[in-house]
Nanobody, 124 residues
């Protein structure tokens, strides 16, 4: 069974950092693009970042450029989202996504597999 499990969310003060992890099971992560998306209360889901099988990245959200980075550790079947300089507007449920492709899709909506999400709350 293909599954993605996110962890690492929580409550953090503005300006703080969090690292989210996404562990894949049921498939070998090496050959697939993996992305992150988020959904804030009352808003539509939006893509954040994607990393392809060769390590190249795709930005989906201008608002996180220079603050968020994505990386992968194929040996651990895990993708990470490092979030720095967090702002209250980053508060959302963050989802890990898997593509049926080694390259990132143009739209996060095209990713076929989603995790259950992890809550990130940025507040003082």
């Amino acid at each position: 069974q293909v599954q993605l499990v996110e962890s690492g969310g929580g409550l953090v003060q503005p300006g703080g950092s969090l690292r989210l992890s996404c562990v894949a099971s049921g498939f070998i992560l090496d050959d697939y693009a993996i992305g992150w998306a988020r959904q804030a209360p009352g808003k539509e889901r939006e893509g954040v970042l994607c990393i392809d099988s060769s390590g190249g990245t795709t930005d989906y959200a201008d608002s996180v450029k220079g603050r968020f980075t994505i990386s992968r550790d194929n040996a651990k079947n895990t993708v990470y989202l490092q979030m720095n300089s967090l702002k209250p507007e980053d508060t959302a449920v963050y989802y890990c996504l898997a593509a049926a492709s080694p390259t990132c899709y143009y739209s996060p909506a095209s990713f076929g597999t989603w995790g259950q999400g992890t809550q990130v709350t940025v507040s003082s």
